[in-house]
């Protein structure tokens, strides 16, 4: 966003970070095996030059070197405040401004873009008697070089995308780990390997990169069939993970414990060529059921068995449907963002909320993705957001605000949607609202018709407000889109 407006010659804008660093989820995961599962140079900026990615998927310290020199190479330094946390935001109707407090002192601003992402916020589960652990506790997202050094007995808690990472590492330097899987989930071949020198070098060509990207992204997208339950591809993918886990475990005891009762494509699908084979050395064990209670040292799983832990590492995910962030935004007549998300996030064109003017929200409601690239998705919302502030300033506008009736027809639209999808078939997926069982995490369909449905900006259901002077609301155009 800072990149963009900068390029557009807008330098009336701040960027507020809460933390020492630019990264976001790559500063903080700084785990062993941190990487990406989505192909390098599809998760790359569309607009920046192609970056020299060493291999296939890239990890994490390479992904936030990369956000670092775009920091630097576009000069957004000074636009950038490290260390300063929002404490609350609140919509001043009479001035047509966001007042915000943070930690370093109040901010003013006519519009407010929520860019806090989904992988921020630690999920911490509720295990019984966790505070008085007698070890060392720590989420992934929060690890540190001194966690581990080796001999320990250490215990990991989840069976997702950073557990499958850090599980192969741990495996080597731990006495004994122990993993509490509450549910199995699908692995597929990684299938990752570094890139020749010859292919570096054709890849720092532009135009080369930009093909490899845009192949790339409709490969991905057709695996949005799998989503839809669609035979023959469901049939594949399912036949592949199943297939991978036969050639990798050889126990068939342990096999049957790590294969899933639910529909390929419910959670997550994974990418591992290790995490199967560290789940068979000799001084793993695979606990299949939840930690369940903490007593001093020893971890007490569902299944009754217990174990002496030296470390407990919760690999448990993130706070992703319930954003901390929504319950110090202040809407119209002071709504509470988290009140209006109270049954699950809802939205307009996923980027803006009824009730809270002059507000965009990016990687929120409807607007990630299940089988391709997060930051395809970002930039679609970031033309949204773009032509939304043209607008406003072509026509002068003080303030503009989506329509409940526009936001209510989007929900019913994306409900629509997420009907027939794999996602909606019963299984305990992050993707769903507990509250009210809706899909309000991922986006219905494939990366291109979100841009078709969400790339444009469309002023027709939105509600503006002209001059500074609070000239009566209009809707150009009416009804929704």
Not at 97 to 116: E, I, K
Not at 140 to 168: F, Y
């Amino acid at each position: 966003m800072a990149t963009q407006l900068r390029r557009r010659g807008r330098d009336s804008f701040v960027v507020l970070e809460r933390a020492d660093g630019v990264g976001g989820t790559w500063r903080d995961n700084v785990y062993p095996g941190i990487a990406c599962d989505i192909p390098a140079h599809l998760y790359s900026f569309s607009f920046r030059p192609p970056a020299d990615w060493a291999t296939r998927f890239p990890r994490g310290p390479e992904i936030r070197d990369y956000l670092q020199r775009t920091v630097d190479e576009e000069g957004l330094t000074p636009f950038i405040r490290l260390g300063c946390e929002l404490v609350d935001a609140r919509w001043d109707a009479q001035a047509a401004r966001w007042s915000l407090a943070t930690n370093r002192g109040p901010v003013r601003a006519r519009m407010l873009v929520l860019a806090v992402g989904r992988l921020s916020e630690p999920h911490i589960p509720e295990i019984d008697g966790l505070d008085g652990f007698s070890g060392t506790v720590v989420h992934t997202a929060q690890w540190h070089p001194g966690v581990v050094s080796g001999g320990e007995r250490i215990g990991v808690v989840g069976t997702g995308a950073s557990a499958v990472q850090i599980i192969p590492h741990l495996a080597e330097l731990a006495e004994e780990l122990v993993v509490f899987a509450r549910t199995p989930a699908y692995v597929v071949p990684r299938e990752d390997r570094e890139f020749s020198a010859e292919e570096r070098a054709r890849l720092l060509d532009a135009g080369n990169a930009r093909a490899l990207r845009e192949q790339l992204l409709l490969d991905a997208d057709r695996a949005f069939a799998q989503r839809l339950r669609l035979v023959p591809d469901i049939d594949e993918i399912r036949d592949l993970a199943l297939g991978h886990l036969a050639a990798q475990v050889s126990n068939p005891l342990l096999r049957q414990a790590l294969t899933p009762d639910y529909e390929i494509g419910c959670k997550r699908i994974l990418l591992s060529d290790d995490y199967f084979p560290a789940l068979e050395r000799p001084n793993v064990v695979y606990e299949p059921s939840a930690l369940t209670s903490v007593v001093e040292n020893k971890a007490c799983a569902a299944s009754g068995a217990t174990h002496d832990l030296d470390v407990l590492v919760l690999a448990t995910g993130f706070e992703a449907t319930r954003p901390p962030v929504a319950v110090r935004v202040r809407g119209r007549d002071g709504q509470v963002l988290d009140d209006h998300w109270s049954a699950g996030m809802v939205s307009y064109a996923s980027t803006t909320v009824a009730g809270f003017p002059n507000m965009f929200v990016l990687d929120g409601p409807n607007a990630a993705l299940g089988h391709n690239s997060a930051i395809y998705m970002i930039e679609t919302q970031l033309d949204y957001v773009l032509g939304a502030l043209d607008y406003v300033a072509e026509q002068s506008i003080s303030s503009i605000e989506v329509t409940a009736e526009a936001e209510a027809a989007y929900t019913a639209e994306i409900d629509e949607r997420s009907a027939p999808t794999v996602w909606l078939t019963g299984c305990n997926s992050w993707y769903v609202d507990s509250r009210s069982n809706r899909l309000t995490l991922l986006w219905p369909g494939t990366a291109v018709s979100f841009r078709e449905r969400n790339g444009t900006f469309d002023p027709a259901p939105y509600a503006v407000r002209h001059g500074e002077s609070g000239e009566p609301m209009a809707t150009p155009g009416g009804g929704a889109r």
